[in-house]
């Protein structure tokens, strides 16, 4: 008889957001990494969720007029002597993302990296491929290929032409708030509030433990 796989009984995701220099991955730099860790079978108040947040300093800054003004608070908070807790460079960051993850449960793999599902406002198409030149990944961190765009959610199949924005979905929601505020951790956590609506819908309850899991 064969051993069932043992499936765990709840979704635990990272929500993730980057600032950058640009939009090129192989030109531009991260300037900001912020991420949040979500339980969906305990939701936290927002403001409890365990965070992670850095600031990243590169000896010199490329990028474009548009992204280096959006975050021109970064720069001055890059520029500043004062010491900084959240400030570190391009080869600290994901050693200590990794160190972040398993102070909150996350355990590596075999191989010894982690392995998380990842939520963010195209994460797959933008922020991953910045996360692929950072220096550790796919030895430290790598993300599920599976991942979670608030987008899909919000989509008006009868409307839209194009996946919707945040600022489109943050309306959608009913969101007293509907600017996108272009900083990673205020970012990370609004795809946590435009995820939850749909963490039990009907649909899903219906879905018992006794049905065969989808390959």
Request: proline fraction near 10%.
């Amino acid at each position: 008889m064969p051993i069932p796989r043992q499936v765990p009984d709840f979704m635990r995701y990272v929500s993730l957001d980057l600032e950058t220099s640009g939009p090129h991955p192989q030109r531009h730099q991260v300037l900001e990494l912020a991420a949040v860790i979500e339980d969906s079978r305990r939701p936290l108040p927002l403001a409890q969720l365990p965070a992670f947040r850095r600031v990243v300093r590169h000896p010199e800054y490329v990028g474009t007029a548009g992204a280096l003004a959006l975050n021109a608070r970064l720069l001055v908070e890059l520029a500043s002597k004062a010491p900084n807790p959240e400030l570190c460079t391009p080869d600290e960051l994901l050693p200590q993302f990794y160190e972040f993850l398993l102070a909150h449960g996350f355990r590596p793999t075999a191989k010894g990296h982690i392995s998380v599902t990842m939520a963010g406002k195209n994460v797959a198409s933008y922020d991953l491929g910045f996360l692929k030149e950072l220096p550790g990944w796919g030895h430290l961190v790598r993300a599920d290929p599976a991942m979670l765009d608030p987008a899909a959610f919000y989509l008006n199949w009868r409307k839209d032409s194009r996946l919707p924005s945040m600022s489109i979905c943050k309306a959608r929601a009913r969101f007293p708030d509907r600017d996108v505020a272009h900083e990673a951790l205020a970012d990370a956590l609004d795809v946590v509030r435009l995820l939850r609506p749909f963490y039990e819908l009907p649909v899903y309850q219906q879905v018992t433990t006794a049905a065969p899991e989808e390959g």
